[in-house]
């Protein structure tokens, strides 16, 4: 049985920095691109960042581009989120998502979900 | 970016009835790369429909999907209480976009 459980989420104030983790277990960790998706309050899904299986190849949107670090620790089973420089509209559950195994670092649907990580931007 | 409308916002009915849900795209969705995804309150969101039509390990046959291009549709052919929550789709064909979701409500 696949399990995402992230940690790391808590209240920061604005130019703060959070580092999110998510440990994974049920499925072989390295096979899959994992990748961050957040959902702001009342709002809908928004694709943040993903890297590949191996962590040689990381992708992010333009939203988070130069203060977000997408990281994975493959003997852990574990992945990160690094954000730095947060700002109010920051504020969203985080949810760590994979992909289906051996999809390199080809976009791709997300195949489960961990229950996310609420980080809130604020003074 | 291809940017995903999903129409319409809510959608109000009964159980037992049938439920369309449309997601148009800005530009042609290759390949078919498009997939459905359902979230219930307080939950994350599950894997409904890949590659446009496929259903997902357990998703019941009440769900389908189709479309291709830049149209696509889920449909539910005959609502069950536990249907009742917000519906997404996402793009994978260029990065990866989400539509803003349409809720189905009880009447």
């Known amino acids: 049985e696949f399990q995402l459980l992230e940690s790391g989420g808590g209240l920061v104030p604005p130019g703060g920095s959070l580092r999110l983790s998510c440990a994974a277990s049920?499925?072989?960790?390295?096979?899959?691109?994992m990748s961050w998706v957040r959902q702001a309050p009342g709002t809908g899904l928004e694709w943040v960042s993903t890297i590949s299986g191996r962590g040689g190849s990381s992708f992010y949107a333009d939203s988070v581009e130069g203060r977000f670090t997408i990281s994975r620790d493959n003997s852990r089973n574990t992945l990160y989120l690094q954000m730095n420089s947060l700002r109010p509209e920051d504020t969203a559950v985080y949810y760590c998502a994979k992909d289906p195994p051996g999809q390199g670092a080809t976009p791709y649907f997300f195949d489960f979900w961990g229950q996310g990580t609420l980080v809130t931007v604020s003074s | 970016e291809i940017v995903l409308t999903q129409s319409p916002g809510t959608l109000s009915l009964s159980p037992g009835e049938r439920a369309t849900l449309f997601c148009r795209a800005s530009?042609?969705?290759?390949?078919?790369?498009l997939a459905w995804y359902q979230q219930k309150p307080g939950q994350a969101p599950s894997l409904l429909i890949y590659?446009?039509?496929s259903r997902a390990t357990g998703i019941p046959d009440r769900f389908s999907g189709s479309g291709s291009g830049t149209d696509f549709t889920l449909t539910i052919s005959r609502l069950e209480p536990e249907d009742f929550a917000v519906y997404y789709c996402q793009q994978y064909a260029n990065s990866r976009t989400f539509g803003q979701g349409t809720k189905v409500e009880i009447k």
């Open positions: 049920g499925f072989t960790f390295g096979s899959s691109a």
């Open positions: 590659g446009a039509s």
């Open positions: 530009q042609r969705v290759s390949s078919g790369f």
